[in-house]
């Protein structure tokens, strides 16, 4: 098992960026990698909720780590502080031994001048998921967040 952490400046307020990170139909936009839709399931945005999301490859003949094309995660929400802090409990629905297991992923966001400093740390990332495939789709996340709350959406 292995960390990474990612970071991303992105001009919105904090408090903005918090909302998308707690709301279903932002997380379904945000935070889906190039190449793949999201599918939030369950959703419960409190300490101990619990939520369940799938991404789906585009591509037909791509393999998920959950079956053909998907990857499917559920876990629970361990600690929330509104406007600065998200931590996950997370899981990935697998019958690949190499991939079970709970990994943390912690979202930290810092106020900046114009804006927040969000970064993103995994820890417990089974070792069979490429470090540089979890780097990689972190980043597009965080673009896609920053897209997202950049735009105005969640934004008040």
Do not use: C
């Not at 990935?92 to 106020?111: I, V």
């Not at 001048?113 to 789709?137: F, K, L, M, N, Y």
């Amino acid at each position: 098992m292995y960390a990474t952490t990612v970071s991303r400046r992105v001009k919105a307020p904090p408090a903005a960026v918090y909302r998308a990170l707690v709301d279903p139909d932002a997380v379904a936009v945000w935070r889906v990698p190039d190449g793949m839709t999201g599918h939030v399931h369950e959703f419960d945005p409190r300490e101990g909720g619990r939520f369940r999301v799938s991404l789906v490859h585009d591509a037909p003949a791509t393999r998920g780590k959950s079956g053909a094309r998907t990857d499917t995660y559920r876990g629970r929400f361990a600690r929330l502080v509104p406007g600065e802090l998200v931590v996950e409990a997370i899981e990935f629905e697998t019958d690949d031994e190499a991939l079970r297991g709970s990994m943390t992923m912690t979202t930290s966001l810092t106020a900046v001048p114009g804006g927040t400093e969000v970064v993103i740390r995994h820890e417990s990332v089974p070792d069979a998921v490429p470090p540089q495939d979890d780097e990689r789709g972190t980043r597009m996340a965080l673009d896609n967040l920053a897209r997202l709350v950049e735009g105005g959406a969640g934004q008040g």
